[in-house]
């Protein structure tokens, strides 16, 4: 059974940058590709980002490439997303995902990852 904490959430002013974290305990997380999602209120869940096994291959939404970066540690057992020039419209709670043990690669729709954490609140407001 693997479980996910995020952390690093919090309230930032246009433009700044948050990093947040996200630890994974249990086994095969060096095994699987992790992710990064986003909900805001009244809306779906939405994908963020995703990075593969060996963090050798990573994706970005539309609306995130070039201001956030995924990365990950493996000897930590940590998934990151680094957040710079954010944006009001970035407001949302941010979870992490991971696929199953053995899934290794890359995936954006929701329903490929099998774990998620309980969330962690950023919001940008001046």
């Known amino acids: 059974q693997v479980q996910l904490v995020e952390s690093g959430g919090g309230l930032v002013q246009p433009g700044g940058s948050l990093r947040l974290s996200c630890a994974a305990s249990?086994?095969?997380?060096?095994?699987?590709?992790m992710g990064w999602f986003r909900q805001a209120p009244g809306k779906e869940r939405e994908f963020v980002a995703t990075?593969?096994?060996?963090?050798?291959?990573?994706h970005y939404a539309d609306s995130v490439k070039g201001r956030f970066t995924i990365s990950r540690d493996n000897a930590k057992n940590t998934v990151y997303l680094q957040m710079n020039s954010l944006k009001p419209e970035d407001t949302a709670v941010y979870f992490c995902?991971?696929?199953?043990?053995?899934?290794?690669?890359?995936?954006?729709?929701?329903?490929?990852?099998?774990?998620w954490g309980q969330g962690t609140q950023v919001t940008v407001s001046s």
């Open positions: 995902a991971a696929r199953s043990a053995g899934y290794m690669l890359i995936a954006v729709p929701s329903t490929a990852y099998d774990h």
């Open positions: 249990g086994r095969a997380f060096s095994s699987s590709a």
């Open positions: 990075i593969s096994w060996s963090g050798s291959s990573t």
